[in-house]
């Protein structure tokens, strides 16, 4: 039985499923004649539950890290609300309840106001307060939770699982989490991914399943229940693949990207996000070699603010400490369009009006951005790099513009770094004339997708084409030759940004030509990395 | 009574964390301190007041201070908003 949900983190897992069952704390409503006493009673075990979570907060800091273990320094805070206090005395003081019922109507009143939230963050924090809730209730009743788990590794079927629940849990028994509700903002949601383990949300699995076999696909956000043996198998062959692949991450993490005979080459990521920078990371990049800034603009109902453009460069910038960050300034135009540009409609759209001449008509978009990119410098390394560069003057006026944005933020006292300037080299006319460019820029980034489709003047979307779209062509290959040589000679590096930059095929070519760079997309850093370290040159 | 207007930049906006730790800075002084966002009040010393507001990055909030140390109160906490949100 194949059930669907959705997949918060990639993998595969096969493994005993068992059905999580949460500790029962069923309240009852009893008439309490001592409500003094009672509330007295609440107060030592909220006491009681924040040295627990501070207990919790201590293992969490070891074992998820700091960021994910500060939930619990949260619910410490949480249970000192005088909000949430003063419910659940008044209500004993008031109807002379039990503290248990008192406790578990407020923790109810107060996720549901969570719950009905518009902010998808505010609302998982539902399961917080019903949490800590929790948490008290149980020491009231004078039971603790015990670990669950027996001797077996399991994927682990639960309704949700509160943030506390997950942490107690011995993690080495865990091969998958698979919930019915849950964010993929949820604490398990998260704990899994800190954990490197596949994890579903959304299923909806029945009280049956427990005990039975069961396999996680984490890339389908499926779960299937008793499978059969050709299904069984074919599931084991892929978890095969992926252990030897996060084996090689393993033994290639750290390594340098050196051949056998000693040459080095930098080995950076490409980004379209915020986001990717944890996947660049994880995948041990040097640094990001094309940083698309397209997403801010895509993503947008209208032009991006100078502050969140600088809020996202700096964001990438930092978290990449100090390592490079190659920006690449507006790419609009041919097949990526954006409405409120109101780009006219063109014949010929992947020669027309795009990238670089879009920004060197429409001056005010670019100066947003060079000023959120100069800004953001400040926080760390960056470079800019700019598209579709045809000549000389384009580059000086690029300058032009630079220094003006430069001037404006000395003048406000705004902090910045100088930017390695480079530009991208995808026009045969750029390589024509990298001899030039070369004497203006620090250095040139080739983009093998457009470069190709111009020299060869294949349409690239035209999939009758495809047949003779060869980006092996040798017309590219001698390009990027020229280039590299052009580049040297001025001391300019030059590095590959494009999808050839990660055909391991064409890897050893490169080393030869003296590419100073490749920038893969981040799954494939350590397969180059291990091609290069394979490869002896003399 | 003083009156301190700001603007949330932190991009993940006021999150639990952050409204526990300046509820915690809040708790410290006597007088009243509350927060306003869009004419929404919350009492600035409870964790679940300051969250129930949702205040996301961008927006604009008002935090106002009345009564007993309210230049110091007003003083530490704004800077506390500046540093970290």
């Known amino acids: 039985m194949i059930l669907k949900g959705k997949s918060v983190f990639s993998g595969i897992a096969i493994g005993k499923l068992s059905i999580y069952k949460q500790a029962d704390n069923q309240v009852k409503r009893q008439k309490i004649k001592d409500t003094k006493q009672e509330v007295q009673r609440f107060l030592n075990a909220k006491e009681k539950a924040k040295i627990q979570l501070m207990e919790l907060y201590k293992k969490a800091l070891k074992e998820v890290g700091e960021v994910n273990a500060a939930i619990f320094e949260v619910h410490q805070m949480m ?29 109810d009143n107060f996720s549901d106001m969570f719950e009905a939230m518009d902010d998808d963050y505010m609302k998982a924090r539902a399961a917080d307060v019903k949490d800590i809730s929790n948490r008290v209730i149980t020491i009231l009743h ?32 865990v091969l998958s989490f698979v ?13 899994a991914r800190t954990m490197n383990i596949p994890a579903l949300i959304g299923v909806e699995f029945l009280a049956t399943a427990n005990g039975k ?47 056998l005979d000693g040459r080095k ?72 369009q954006v409405d409120y540009f109101n780009l006219e409609k063109e014949e010929n759209p992947a020669m027309g009006y795009r990238a670089i001449r879009i920004c060197l008509q429409q001056k005010e978009i ?26 000389i003057a384009e580059v000086k006026q690029i300058k032009e513009i630079i220094k003006e944005v430069k001037e404006e933020l000395s003048k406000s006292g705004i902090p910045f770094k100088e930017c390695e300037i480079g530009v991208m080299i995808e026009t045969p006319a750029a390589v024509m004339i990298s001899d030039l460019l070369a004497k203006e820029v620090d250095f040139f980034s080739i983009g093998t997708n457009d470069l190709t489709q111009y020299t060869l003047a294949i349409d690239r979307q035209n999939p009758k084409l495809d047949n003779i779209y060869d980006s092996h062509h040798e017309a590219i290959l001698r390009m990027i030759k020229m280039v590299v040589d052009q580049g040297h000679k001025e001391n300019c590096w030059v590095g590959i940004c494009g999808e ?37 040159l003399s | 009574m003083k009156e301190f207007n700001y603007k949330i930049t932190d991009e993940l906006g006021v999150h639990a964390r952050p409204a526990g730790l300046f509820a915690k800075e809040a708790a410290a002084f006597p007088c009243k301190i509350t927060i306003v966002k869009d004419g929404k009040e919350a009492d600035a010393k409870r964790i679940f007041g300051i969250m129930s507001l949702g205040i996301k990055a961008g927006q604009e909030i008002t935090l106002r201070v009345e009564g007993e140390k309210e230049e110091e109160a007003i003083a530490q906490l704004s800077r506390f908003l500046q540093e970290n949100l």
Do not use: W
Request: charged share 25%.
């Open chain 1, 265 to 336: 080459i930098n080995l950076y990521a490409n980004i379209g996000g915020v986001a990717d920078v944890a996947n660049a990371l994880s995948n041990d990049a040097g640094g990001i070699g094309l940083f698309r800034s397209e997403f801010l603009y895509l993503e947008a109902e209208d032009y991006p603010t100078e502050e969140t453009q600088f809020t996202a460069y700096k964001t990438v910038a930092e978290n990449m400490a100090g390592k490079k960050v190659i920006i690449r300034t507006l790419d609009i135009g041919a097949d990526k």
């Open chain 1, 213 to 259: 076999m069961g396999i996680v696909d984490g890339y389908k956000g499926e779960l299937i229940v008793d499978p059969d043996a050709a299904v069984l198998a074919e599931y084991q062959e892929k978890k095969k693949e992926e252990e030897d692949k996060k084996r090689l991450l393993l033994e290639l993490k750290g390594k340098e990207n050196v051949t």
């Open chain 1, 366 to 391: 670019f100066k947003t951005q060079l000023r959120a990119i100069y800004r953001a410098s400040f926080y760390g390394t960056i470079s800019i790099m700019f598209p579709m560069i045809i000549s």
């Open chain 1, 500 to 536: 050839l930059g990660a055909d391991i095929t064409l890897t050893e070519r490169f080393l030869e030509m003296g590419v100073d760079e490749l920038s893969v997309s981040p799954s494939m850093i350590l397969r180059v990395r291990d091609c290069i370290r394979k490869i002896g």
């Open chain 1, 79 to 107: 249970l000192d609300d005088l909000d949430y206090i003063e419910s659940v005395t008044n209500m004993i003081d008031s109807q002379e309840v039990n503290a248990e019922f008192a406790v578990a109507t407020t923790g």
């Open chain 1, 179 to 191: 919930t019915r509700h849950g964010s993929t903002n949820s604490h398990t949601a998260i704990l």
């Open chain 1, 142 to 173: 004078g039971s603790d939770t015990s670990d669950i788990l027996g001797d077996e590794q399991v994927i682990l079927l639960a309704d949700d699982l509160a943030p506390s629940e997950t942490v107690q849990l011995d993690k080495s028994k």
